[in-house]
């Protein structure tokens, strides 16, 4: 006669051995009956949209920056058929208070299709020293931005970021300071340059902008 021992040893030594006639029976009884359940049971698929064709993005948007407030990448092909400001900003300069009419002009035309790229640097004057939370955090309290704002960059020089050398490249200007703007119509094709003296407010900007936006891509 076996000892109970016997039996516990045998168990550990063999510790799927007890269920896997049950395991067979209960596989057998999901495949006969998974048809009809299946049919009767499974939840649709939720909707996804389809990601934009390359075609439908203009060169000019076809990159990827951080976002400021938790650096997740982000496509800037979201904004194609928009018109486009780009500008690249700063917290301690003469001009940081264009950051106030920035968001109005984003606020006044958002729903016609005007969106504001914001693109925090420390190359002029090392007027952006902060982190890219202290950056947020600065823009929401003091001024409410809530047009989009990516991470720290370089917009001059050796390190110029892909999209800077190509707005320069279109444009023929570089960025002489912070607050420079560039304005981009609704096919990414026609660019134009504005010096960080231009308020956001100037009424040859603001002309420019509701033009761009009473045109189709």
């Given at each position: 006669m076996k000892s109970r021992n016997d039996g516990l040893q045998t168990r550990a030594q063999h510790p799927c051995m007890p269920a896997l006639g049950l395991f067979a029976l209960l596989t057998l009884g999901a495949l006969v009956l998974a048809p009809a359940a299946s049919a009767q049971t499974r939840p649709a698929a939720p909707a996804t949209a389809a990601p934009a064709p390359a075609d439908n993005c203009p060169a000019l948007l076809q990159h990827r920056f951080d976002r400021l407030q938790d650096e997740k990448p982000q496509s800037l092909c979201q904004y194609a058929g928009r018109v486009t400001l780009v500008v690249n900003t700063?917290?301690?300069?003469?001009?940081?208070?264009?950051?106030?009419?920035?968001?109005?002009?984003?606020?006044?035309?958002?729903?016609?299709?005007?969106?504001?790229?914001?693109?925090?640097?420390?190359?002029?004057?090392?007027?952006?020293?902060?982190?890219?939370?202290?950056?947020?955090?600065?823009?929401?309290?003091?001024?409410?931005?809530?047009?989009?704002m990516f991470a720290k960059t370089t917009v001059v020089g050796s390190g110029t970021n892909p999209l800077y050398q190509q707005l320069a490249q279109r444009t023929g200007e570089r960025p002489q300071w912070n607050f420079h703007k560039y304005l981009i119509d609704r096919s990414g094709r026609v660019v134009r340059s504005y010096a960080s003296s231009v308020d956001p407010k100037d009424p040859s900007l603001v002309k420019d902008i509701e033009r761009m936006l009473s045109e189709k891509s």
């Open positions: 700063a917290s301690f300069c003469g001009f940081t208070q264009q950051y106030g009419a920035l968001e109005a002009l984003y606020s006044r035309y958002k729903d016609r299709g005007l969106v504001v790229l914001g693109f925090p640097t420390n190359d002029f004057g090392r007027q952006e020293p902060g982190s890219n939370a202290s950056i947020a955090a600065f823009c929401e309290s003091t001024f409410g931005v809530q047009f989009p």
